[in-house]
C-alpha cells in the first residue's frame, strides 16, 4: 500500500477505479478531483461509507482542487469527454488534450514525485501532452491501453474456446486506435499456441472485434464510452506499480529507439514496478507484425504533430 493515490476524472472512468483502487487496498487515501462541483465530494462519500461493507481501510475523498491531492504517489488522469457513437478517439483531440495538459500542470506541482498513469483519449497522444506538461521522465508517466485491448481480446477468445478467461496469454501492441496490433504469434491458452486451437478464419473476427471493442460499447451505451473494463486495466497498472510487481504488460510507453522508433508513445511490452515504467522488452516480430506496429506509430505521430502543448 502507498500513502496515496490520485484519481482525476470522477466520471465513470474515474469514480469506478477509484473504487477499485480503496478496495484492494493500494493506498491510504484515494483523492478524487474533478472540476465538477460536487460530483467527486458526493462519489467519494458514496465510496468512503460502502468501506465497512466491503472492508476496506482505504479513505477515500473527493475534492475540486489540488491541495488534498499533495504529494501523492501515483496519480491517474481520467479528466476529459468520453466518445459518443461515431465519433473516433481521435475526434477528442484538442479538447481533451487542454484538459490534460492543465491537469499535468497541475500534478508536477502538487506531486513532483508521482507516477502519472494516463486513460484519457486518444491515448497514446495525451500520454505525450501530460508527460510535456509535467516534466516527468517517461519512466513517470505511462498510458493505460494495452491492458484494455488484450483483456477484450483474451475474453473473446476465453468465450469463443470455452476455456477460463485466466488460461489466455496474449498481447495486444500499438496505439489505443483501429491500427492496434494484436500479437498472434504471442498469443497462447496456457503455452500453447492459439492456432493449435482455433484456425485463422476462426481467430481474425475476433481480432477484428478486439480492435473495434470501444466503439462496440460506445455503440451501447451511446451517451459515453466504456469504464468497466477501463477501470480495471488502469487499476492492474497501478497494483503492479504499488506493489513492485515487475509485471510485463502492454503500455503506452515514449518510444526512445526501442522498435526502431523514437519520440512517439506506443504500446509495447513494459515492465512495471514501484519505479514505473522500469524498462521496454523487445520482441521479436514478424515483417507483417513489424509493418502494422510502424504503421500504427503513424497514426500516434500524426495528432501528436498537430496538438498543443
Ligand atoms: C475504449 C475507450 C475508452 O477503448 O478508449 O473503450
Known amino acids: 500500500m502507498v500513502n496515496k493515490i490520485t484519481v482525476v476524472g470522477a466520471g465513470n472512468v474515474g469514480a469506478t477505479t477509484a473504487q477499485r483502487i480503496a478496495e484492494k487496498e493500494l493506498a491510504r ?10 460530483i467527486p465530494q458526493g462519489k467519494g462519500l458514496d465510496q468512503w461509507e460502502s468501506a465497512p461493507i466491503e472492508g476496506f481501510d482505504s479513505r477515500v475523498i473527493g475534492t475540486n482542487g489540488y491541495e488534498e491531492t499533495a504529494g501523492s504517489d501515483i496519480v491517474v488522469i481520467t479528466a476529459g469527454i468520453a466518445r459518443k457513437p461515431g465519433m473516433s478517439r481521435d ?4 479538447t481533451n488534450a487542454g484538459i490534460v495538459k492543465s491537469v499535468a500542470e497541475e500534478v508536477a506541482k502538487s506531486s513532483p514525485n508521482a507516477i ?20 516527468f521522465p517517461r519512466e513517470r508517466v505511462i498510458g493505460m491501453a494495452g491492458v484494455l485491448d488484450t483483456a477484450r481480446y483474451r475474453s473473446f477468445i476465453a468465450e469463443a474456446l470455452d476455456v477460463s ?3 489466455i496469454q496474449a498481447m495486444v501492441l500499438g496505439g489505443h486506435g483501429d491500427t492496434m496490433v494484436p500479437l498472434i504469434s504471442y498469443t497462447s491458452v496456457s503455452g500453447i499456441p492459439i492456432l ?6 476462426q481467430l481474425d473476427p475476433i481480432v477484428d472485434r478486439a480492435r473495434n471493442g470501444g466503439a462496440e460499447i460506445v455503440k451501447y451505451l451511446k451517451t459515453g464510452s466504456a469504464y468497466y473494463a477501463p477501470s480495471s486495466g488502469a487499476v492492474q497498472m497501478v497494483e503492479a506499480i504499488v506493489n513492485d510487481q515487475k509485471r510485463i504488460l502492454p503500455c503506452s510507453a515514449w518510444l526512445q529507439g526501442e522498435y526502431g522508433m523514437k519520440d512517439v508513445y506506443l504500446g509495447v511490452p513494459v515492465k512495471l514496478g514501484r519505479r514505473g515504467m522500469e524498462g521496454i522488452i523487445e520482441i521479436e516480430l514478424t515483417p507483417d507484425e513489424r509493418a502494422a506496429l510502424e504503421k500504427s506509430a503513424q497514426a500516434v505521430i500524426e495528432p501528436m504533430g498537430v496538438v498543443k502543448v
Not at 487515501?29 to 462541483?37: C, G, L, Q, R, S
Not at 475526434?91 to 484538442?94: A, F, G, V
Not at 502519472?116 to 516534466?135: R, W
Not at 493449435?196 to 478464419?201: E, G, P
Open 91 to 94: 475526434d477528442l483531440l484538442n
Open 116 to 135: 502519472i498513469v494516463v486513460v484519457s483519449n486518444p491515448l497514446d497522444v495525451m500520454c505525450y501532452v501530460a508527460m510535456k506538461a509535467s516534466g
Open 196 to 201: 493449435q486451437l482455433m484456425s485463422k478464419a
Open 165 to 167: 478467461v485466466r488460461d
Open 29 to 38: 487515501t484515494v483523492v478524487m478531483v474533478d472540476i465538477a462541483d460536487g
